[in-house]
């Protein structure tokens, strides 16, 4: 029988990185969060609802949130060249529709609202850390939320489905045929908090059906510990 795959930081399957979160971390803006997964660290500031310049861009019908998703140089070992890539513009776009779909937009026509996730230090899994944190700023900026926005990666690693890859489990790699291959599926998923839609849901690697189920039920289960995070992070700033 194979072995049963052991993660190298001993986590459970289905346990994430020690979390953190924090709400109103940045006076200058109307909504900020710090939220982190270990060694992936995200910052968001949200600014906004405002009228949305120039005017041509401006809807009638509704407002927009635009999402801007940036790692800075030296959160990584290998120093990232400053400034917007095709990763980022990526990140960017799919952060703005997983958040979107919770913000009554047709309350706010003609407007805009902008937030910012700024990747402090990435040891993966940054886009579900900027996710969360967007969510918990958004939040904090008195933004209504048709429901909270949780997000968590799920992969296929050495045969077994687990929760929050870090870099090391992502570069995870098998002997094949003589040769050292590449062999994580990493699923990024963000879950709404009340009906469990999925507003997110991105596939770097395979999977088969049966095991993409198991995924989609470890995301939930997971972020809903997320979701008590967040919580407990807006409770606080609320008592403060
Ligand atoms: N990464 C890096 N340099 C880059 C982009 C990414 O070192 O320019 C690392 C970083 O640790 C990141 C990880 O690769 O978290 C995984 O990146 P991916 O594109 O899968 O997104 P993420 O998992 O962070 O959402």
């Given at each position: 029988m194979a072995e049963k795959y052991k993660r190298a930081d001993g986590r459970d399957y289905d346990e994430t990185r020690k979390m953190e979160a924090k709400v109103g971390?940045?006076?200058?803006?109307?909504g900020s969060a710090i939220f982190s997964f270990g060694k992936s660290q995200a910052l968001a500031c949200v600014y906004g609802p405002r009228q949305f310049h120039p005017q041509h861009l401006q809807n009638p019908e509704k407002g927009v949130l635009r999402c801007y998703y940036d790692m800075t140089s030296f959160s990584v070992p290998e120093r990232k060249r400053p400034g917007p890539n095709r990763r980022a513009s990526e990140i960017s776009f799919v952060t703005s529709r997983a958040l979107e779909t919770?913000?009554?937009?047709?309350?706010?026509?003609?407007s805009v609202i902008d937030c910012y996730i700024l990747i402090l230090?990435?040891?993966?899994s940054t886009r579900c850390a900027g996710i969360n944190a967007a969510a918990l700023a958004l939040a904090s900026a008195g933004i209504p939320m048709k429901e909270m926005v949780s997000a968590v990666s799920v992969g296929k690693i050495g045969g077994a489905i687990v929760a929050d890859i870090s870099k090391d489990e992502e570069d995870y790699e098998i002997v094949k045929d003589g040769k050292t291959i590449k062999s994580a599926t990493d699923i990024p998923f963000a879950i709404l908090s009340?009906?469990?839609?999925?507003s997110l849901l991105q596939l770097d690697g395979r999977i088969k059906p049966e095991d993409l189920k198991e995924a989609i039920a470890m995301a939930k289960k997971v972020c809903r510990k997320i979701n008590e995070i967040q919580k407990k992070a807006l409770k606080k700033i609320k008592e403060e």
């Open positions: 971390v940045v006076k200058r803006a109307d919770v913000i009554p937009l047709e309350n706010y026509p003609n230090q990435a040891d993966a009340r009906s469990e839609k999925i």
